[in-house]
């Protein structure tokens, strides 16, 4: 075939296709990608137009001029369907359904501390306030520190496998030295040991005991505090707790001191506030499952520290008397929030905890 009839042909199924494949082309980079097997660096036209040298003389102008003609008639339907499409694409946009950007977004819930972790946080900024240093204790703690030294002899109950989680030791070491603490007392014994008086100290923290029915777990969490100086009083005692306590609860509440017994105190006592869920102090008796209609719920236990422990860390019974107080913190919690179980602070249900 002459190269004339090659480049007739050419031109002839350019020109009947262009518009075919443009049709055929539904977004704009597939126009540009059909306009480009025509007219693009080694499209059917730009191909014909590098063969025109090859030409006769006679023709070549002639033909020159179809091609050109073509190309430029196939750039001009490329630029008025580009021009369409983005015409259609904006009308789409308009007639279709309104963006408001000013409707309000989705909120980001912000959570928060749990419960026990803000009673903990009041209390101990409370106590602060007071003038207590904050200390922190370990969770494991040597038999000692959590019995031998509070004063408990080998045989008391609490130091019984029945309700103390104890530590597996190596072979040649006694089964009972470490344990998980069953009480913040052992940071009396921790901070008496590392300084002198005058000392005033809370700390808070978990403990453990082998307990789990419906109104205890197997860990709580409670709050110690004490002061040790010379001429320290149970006057002291009562009035910083009734001062901390009406702080807490109200200045109307009523607080009740009873006697009772721990082996690191003498006297020792227990503290009972009125039962915040029913309030029958103002309210009058009435049923409650909390309080079991006392009207009282038990609160800390407290007592002035035992000669014998500071006998065991070192400081003169003569010389020095002090206060402690141990209270649980779920309790504290439960009356603070008015929460009636002590299962729901350790449920972790966040349907519950984002109530508080
Ligand atoms: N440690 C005691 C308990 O766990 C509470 C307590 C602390 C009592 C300090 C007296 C003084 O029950």
Redesign the pocket.
């Known amino acids: 075939m002459s190269v004339v009839a090659q480049f007739e042909e050419g031109l002839g199924h350019a020109a009947s296709e262009y518009k075919a494949a443009f049709d055929a082309a539904r977004d704009e980079p597939a126009l540009r990608a059909a306009n480009a097997r025509y007219t693009g660096p080694s499209g059917i036209v730009t191909k014909l137009l590098k063969l025109m040298p090859e030409l006769p003389k006679e023709q070549r102008r002639e033909l020159g001029q179809r091609a050109n003609r073509l190309k430029e008639e196939i750039e001009s339907e490329l630029a008025a369907r580009l021009a369409s499409l983005a015409h259609a694409q904006r009308a789409a946009e308009l007639s279709g359904p309104a963006l408001d950007v000013t409707l309000p977004g989705y909120g980001v819930r912000a959570g928060h501390a749990h419960p026990l972790t803000r009673v903990k946080h009041e209390l101990l900024d409370l106590f602060a306030g007071l003038g207590f240093d904050i200390a922190e204790g370990p969770e494991v703690d040597l038999h000692e520190n959590n019995f031998d030294r509070l004063g408990f002899p080998p045989d008391h109950p609490a130091t019984d496998m029945q309700d103390t989680f104890f530590m597996q030791q190596p072979p040649g070491v006694s089964p009972r030295a470490t344990l998980l603490r069953?009480?913040?007392?052992t940071v009396q014994v921790r901070e008496m040991l590392r300084r002198k008086p005058p000392l005033a100290v809370v700390s808070a923290g978990a403990?453990f005991r082998r307990d789990d029915d419906v109104t205890h777990s197997p860990m709580f969490m409670?709050l110690?505090g004490?002061m040790v100086d010379e001429g320290v009083s149970f006057a002291h005692l009562k009035g910083v707790l009734t001062h901390f306590l009406r702080r807490l609860f109200g200045q109307n509440v009523p607080v009740r001191f009873r006697p009772s017994y721990?082996p690191?105190?003498e006297p020792?006592g227990e503290v009972d506030v009125g039962c915040t869920i029913c309030r029958s102090w103002e309210l009058g008796p009435r049923e409650c499952r909390v309080c079991k209609n006392t009207g009282f719920m038990e609160i800390?236990?407290?007592?002035m520290i035992h000669p014998v422990v500071f006998e065991h860390v070192g400081y003169d019974p003569e010389r020095f008397t002090g206060f402690?107080?141990?209270m649980g913190l779920d309790r504290v919690a439960m009356l603070r929030y008015g929460i009636a179980e002590v299962g729901l602070l350790y449920g972790n249900d966040v349907r519950f905890l984002a109530q508080l």
Do not use: D, P, R, W
Request: charged residues 5%.
């Open positions: 069953t009480h913040t007392s403990v409670q110690e004490f721990f690191f105190v020792g800390l236990g407290c007592g402690a107080f141990g």
